[in-house]
């Protein structure tokens, strides 16, 4: 049976949810696909601290920016350390 979105309400919700499906199936599996990549291509003790600090680094700039979080000096500095360890394992 052949599955039409046509210019109905109905047709045009049931291909509003299967792009959306679409969409989140793309996000999930392009991330992870990409991980393996970098894990097959790169040497994962560099990589692995390298994935850690940044998901730190991101996720912290993300709750700053959608939520307005506000960071104390302790965070500051451990943002800085994660940072700077992550640099130094990259460049040693």
């Known amino acids: 049976m052949e599955r039409k979105f046509g210019g109905t309400r109905q047709g ?7 792009s ?10 392009a991330p992870n696909v990409l991980w393996l990549i ?10 692995y601290p390298l994935q850690i600090a940044l998901v730190f680094l991101f996720s912290t700039l993300a709750s700053i920016l959608v939520f307005g ?3 104390s000096p302790v965070s500051v500095a451990g943002l800085a350390l994660a940072v700077c360890g992550a640099i ?3 460049s040693g």
Request: glycine share 6%; hydrophobic share 65%.
């Open 12 to 18: 045009f919700a049931s291909a509003f949810i299967f």
């Open 20 to 29: 959306l499906g679409s969409v989140g199936i793309l996000l999930f599996v």
């Open 38 to 47: 970098i894990l097959v291509t790169q040497k994962l003790e560099i990589v």
């Open 69 to 71: 979080e506000k960071l």
């Open 88 to 90: 130094l394992i990259t």
